[in-house]
């Protein structure tokens, strides 16, 4: 693994070493500049190319203060709880005198995802999703900011804003006991780390009470086919609680039950969107305080642009339900 990320990053030295020639005329002939022949320059960027050579822009922008650019890595445009955490962060940065470049990644941030950040400016990362190994290794050695929020990561040299995946989970499942629950379900969306919490968290606690959980799955791909799979199972198995992702699942479960008006039991979410999108549907739900959650992130990730120190820092925010 670390070969690759050495391979990965190649510096000003690694090319003037293999043309026989200095870092300084390595560096110039990049820059286009008029002391540099035109064969030089031809060597040196055709080398550079071949080696995998990425400018190690931030130093730069760090310096001149050139750059006020915070990417901001999220896989959806959609998700409610990335517009509302975005929201609050947007007006921090705004203050602070910096503005977000939104990329749009599917999968855990890897290095290729933050050499494009950086390459379009960015001074530091804010990510809504996991990161790589190799990402935050290259974030270490090249002295990048980076910043997951929302969620706990599964590396620990990462700093992190989040609210408290398992007290969500509890807090719901405790629910569940106290309304006379017999036969409750999950509803998750894969095997992302987050959904994982959230399930283990559940089905734990409602086993420390002799009671069963059936799992299902949702897909924002096939939105309409997922909740009437769901339905179908809900009946079958005669689930009479249901504990959903997030509230976006939670809402779209309840539109699917009250269609026919036969589900008599209890719809949970998380993340209480309604308390901040009025026009979202309002459903049982549990969370931290997102607004406070977006603030505190870009918060800190300024202040390690602004003072890159390598501290990792955990915040965990406290979760309340909501009826």
Do not use: W
């Not at 931290?288 to 501290?311: H, M, T, V």
């Amino acid at each position: 693994m670390q070969n690759q990320i050495e391979k990965r990053i190649v510096t000003l030295e690694d090319i003037a070493e293999r043309l026989g020639t200095s870092k300084n005329t390595v560096s110039r002939a990049l820059r286009d500049c008029s002391d540099i022949s035109a064969v030089m320059k031809e060597k040196v960027k055709q080398t550079a190319m071949e080696m995998g050579y990425v400018p190690n822009r931030i130093a730069g922008f760090l310096r001149s203060k050139r750059s006020n650019i915070v990417a901001v890595a999220v896989n959806s445009l959609t998700n409610p709880f990335f517009s509302i955490c975005m929201d609050y962060c947007t007006d921090y940065m705004g203050e602070k005198g910096y503005r977000p470049l939104i990329s749009i990644v599917r999968e855990e941030l890897d290095v290729e995802d933050i050499i494009s950040c950086i390459q379009n400016g960015a001074c530091g990362i804010m990510s809504f999703l996991d990161v790589k190994d190799e990402a935050i290794d290259y974030c270490e050695q090249n002295k990048i900011p980076l910043l997951v929020c929302g969620l706990k990561p599964r590396r620990d040299r990462i700093c992190a804003i989040y609210s408290d995946a398992y007290l969500c989970s509890k807090l719901v499942a405790e629910e569940a006991v106290a309304c006379g629950a017999k036969k409750p379900c999950y509803i998750g969306t894969g095997k992302d780390q987050l959904n994982e919490d959230r399930k283990d968290g559940f089905v734990s606690v409602l086993r420390s009470h002799g009671l069963p959980c059936d799992i299902y799955s949702f897909s924002y791909y096939n939105r309409e086919q997922s909740l009437e799979k769901i339905k179908k199972n809900v009946y079958e198995n005669e689930n009479d609680f249901i504990f959903c992702f997030n509230d976006e699942i939670a809402a779209g479960v309840q539109e699917t039950m009250d269609m026919e008006n036969r589900f008599q039991g209890e719809i949970y979410g998380v993340d209480r969107f309604s308390e901040y999108l009025p026009y979202c549907r309002k459903v049982k739900s549990v969370g931290g305080k997102l607004g406070s959650i977006g603030k505190r992130s870009a918060q800190l990730l300024i202040r390690k642009i602004e003072k890159y120190d390598g501290k990792i820092v955990r915040e965990i925010f406290p979760v309340e339900l909501s009826k």
